[in-house]
């Protein structure tokens, strides 16, 4: 359902961009979500886009991280600036295909989430 791809090794202070690509043909109506996972630690929020379009954010990316989504390619990406060793996770897409995200504001919480891709590495070097 879910294609996660663009991960990769970059020097603290750089930009990556990742993509998310979904099958099916209500895509537009999906929440989105980006969460990560360093090693050693559990799964945390990184950013959400619900079917209005509007952007939430964890603090911890918020003004460095953008996420957006382009429903006529069924993909959602988020651009990553000003990276940090402490971005250094594994990144996976996520999408809720009943907007339950929106409903309850939970956007958040990974259990909101219907679908997860598979998830791609990010290293941030420093």
């Known amino acids: 359902q879910l294609q996660a791809s663009g991960g990769g090794l970059v020097q603290a202070g750089g930009s990556l961009g990742l993509s998310c690509a979904a099958s099916?043909?209500?895509?537009?109506?999906?929440?989105m979500g980006w969460f990560r996972q360093a090693p050693g630690k559990g799964r945390e929020f990184v950013a959400a886009?619900?079917?209005?379009?509007?952007?939430f954010y964890a603090d911890s990316v918020k003004g460095r991280f953008t996420i957006s989504r382009d429903n006529a390619k069924n993909t959602v990406y988020v651009q990553m600036n000003s990276l940090k060793p402490e971005d250094t996770a594994v990144y996976y897409c996520?999408?809720?295909?009943?907007?339950?995200?929106?409903?309850?504001?939970?956007?958040?919480?990974?259990?909101?989430?219907?679908?997860w891709g598979q998830g791609t590495l990010v290293t941030v070097s420093s």
């Open positions: 996520a999408a809720d295909k009943d907007a339950r995200t929106y409903y309850s504001g939970s956007y958040y919480s990974a259990l909101g989430y219907d679908y």
């Open positions: 099916g043909r209500t895509f537009s109506s999906y929440c």
């Open positions: 886009i619900n079917w209005r379009g509007s952007t």
